[in-house]
């Protein structure tokens, strides 16, 4: 009931000033670990772009979208590479794909454990080792489908989710970028 | 993805206390009975739905363009209280009935995680507004499925001879492993996984 | 009776065990059931949840005179909001691989249990060295149990600690890999409790 010594305006007052030096110490945050955050997309990029486009000297991304255009020595075209992450058993799966001019998968990564994949370890996570991802190289688009559907690609054993959302993603991403081959 | 699948995935397949793991203070704390469970599912399910709805909006209507986005966790988490606060006192004033069946739950699905992790979901799964919405339907109501389902097995345990030290939160826990392993099997439904 | 005023000592250490706010006070659980699959990710979890505790509740306990009380709610999660995208900003940069584990449970930390309900219960009553001590206790003990379970099931489901193996062959090919999917989660954390209800004696 003593309510109405107090004024209306103080709580606003606070709330007002807290809003503004919060909003001063996020902006200046952001301000600071932006261009980190920045640096460390493209190393975790960039150090892994040459192993799945290994005939690429220097990369350039393409600005909307995932996908980086590889050149060689004389600037010429080489490839592309794209990463996509479909759902798999437990859930996303980080993949780089590189694909060359003749839409041939060249090289397949796809992003560990610590990286925050988390696939079944011993099952699904068995898309990383190199026989499966060893499958995909020098396939074309068409090629790149499970056995079980008439492709190419035989799952793991006992992995068939995490085996599919690896292959479905290669292809689709084929598909839909191919247009930067050209 | 077809609205179907969205919706299967966010209700069974990706079920978010079950699987997820989102939500749970609340899903332990309410689902000792089925009317308090009753009354936060729909609780959950109402402000779900527009919480996602609004921070949806805001999102690309305004943290986009003006180029905010590290003030996303700030400002979604500020309107899910704000709209909570309107929601209980419209209910309050216009709806007696409904605030007396659910009202009091209001309060707590503030800092209920799963209403600020769908709004953060549908962002990074890059739905647009209906798939959202779908996907918020699921979700609600995959809670609220759970919980119920919860509250039964609950009212029973409190009969059932446990020894001492399991009783009430321990035993708790395992049922919800044993539920959560049947949930499992929903992996796979559909072509859907998590 | 002379009541004394609790030691200092007692807001650190009570958080530990006695009010361990996972499995004493039951709250600040999705964490600790979805970050716990290893031990480097439930470790992480529980600094970057500890460094939020910490610091709002010392922030909370410095304008705690000035805040009316209508608005301390709205004005709690505004400073708790900062400190969680600081953290999240600060993990993006300095460790993208543990960023990407935690996933969307970094952001959540704002609507963490613990966080609010320590500003709430403590921070906003109490002076400022005792709410970090509080904070600090609370995120040990907070961090404490998320690293045990997080070697458990890491360590269960397939003999390794932080990603290294630990030589035990057997379970390096035969795993318990039902303790890093969800049920084996719940299981896990209602044995630690039944053991807590065996063991730990509250007043």
């Known amino acids: 009931m003593g309510d109405k010594k107090e004024s209306p305006v103080r709580p606003l007052i606070v709330l007002g000033a807290v809003s503004v030096i919060s909003a001063f110490l996020l902006t200046w945050v952001y301000i600071s670990t932006s261009t980190k955050i920045e640096w460390q997309r493209g190393e975790a990029i960039n150090s892994s772009l040459a192993s799945v486009l290994p005939q690429a000297k220097r990369f350039e991304k393409i600005e909307t979208v995932d996908v980086w255009v590889g050149y060689d020595g004389e600037n010429k075209k080489v490839g592309i590479a794209f990463t996509c992450a479909p759902r798999g058993y437990g859930g996303p799966i980080g993949i780089l794909c590189g694909v060359d001019l003749e839409k041939k998968v060249t090289g397949i990564r796809i992003a560990s454990a610590a990286e925050g994949l988390k696939e079944t370890p011993g099952l699904g996570a068995k898309v990383r080792e190199a026989d499966f991802r060893q499958q995909f190289i020098g396939k074309e688009r068409d090629e790149i489908r499970l056995k079980s559907e008439g492709g190419k690609i035989a799952a793991i054993t006992g992995a068939t989710i995490s085996s599919k959302a690896v292959t479905e993603a290669v292809r689709e991403g084929i598909t839909r970028y191919e247009e930067f081959l050209r | 993805m077809n609205p179907a699948k969205i919706f299967l995935a966010a209700f069974l ?182 | 009776m002379i009541r004394r005023r609790p030691s200092r000592l007692k807001y650190l250490l009570d958080g530990i065990i006695l009010e361990n706010p996972i499995l004493i006070l039951m709250i600040g659980l999705c964490p600790a059931l979805a970050t716990s699959l290893t031990a480097r990710d439930g470790l992480g979890m529980g600094v970057a949840a500890s460094f939020v505790i910490i610091t709002s509740n010392i922030i909370i306990s410095l304008i705690r005179k000035i805040v009316p009380d209508n608005v301390r709610i709205p004005v709690f999660i505004i400073i708790i909001s900062t400190f969680v995208t600081i953290v999240d900003y600060t993990l993006q940069a300095y460790q993208p691989a543990l960023y990407q584990a935690l996933g969307v449970f970094v952001p959540l930390i704002v609507v963490n249990c613990i966080v609010l309900g320590r500003a709430e219960a403590f921070a906003y009553r109490h002076g400022v060295f005792d709410s970090f001590l509080d904070g600090l206790g609370k995120g040990l003990g907070f961090t404490l149990i998320l690293f045990v379970m997080g070697t458990a099931r890491e360590f269960l489901a397939g003999g390794t600690f932080f990603s290294k193996s630990v030589g035990i062959e057997f379970l390096q090919k035969n795993g318990i890999l039902f303790m890093i999917f969800p049920p084996g989660g719940f299981l896990l954390i209602g044995l630690l409790k039944a053991l807590v209800n065996k063991y730990v004696k509250l007043e």
């Open chain 2, 13 to 194: 397949v990706n079920n978010i206390i079950l699987l997820r793991y989102i939500g749970l203070c609340p899903f332990f704390g309410v689902s000792t009975r089925f009317s308090t469970s009753f009354g936060m599912g729909m609780a959950v399910v109402f402000v779900m739905m527009m919480a996602t709805f609004v921070t949806f909006a805001l999102y690309h209507l305004l943290l986009i363009p003006l180029n905010l986005l590290f003030l996303r966790t700030a400002v979604f988490i500020l309107v899910i209280a704000a709209l909570v606060q309107f929601v209980e006192m419209f209910l309050k004033k216009s709806f007696r009935a409904l605030y007396s069946a659910m009202g009091i739950y209001l309060p707590l699905i503030t800092t209920n995680c799963a209403i600020l992790a769908t709004t953060f979901l549908v962002i990074d799964y890059r739905y647009n507004l209906f798939q959202a919405m779908v996907f918020a339907l699921g979700t609600s109501l995959g809670f609220t499925f759970v919980i119920l389902i919860f509250s039964a097995l609950r009212e029973k345990l409190e009969y059932a001879p446990i020894s001492p030290a399991f009783r009430g939160y321990a035993i708790a826990f395992i049922a919800a492993a044993l539920v959560s392993l049947g949930f499992l099997g929903f992996i796979g439904l559909f072509g859907l996984s998590l």
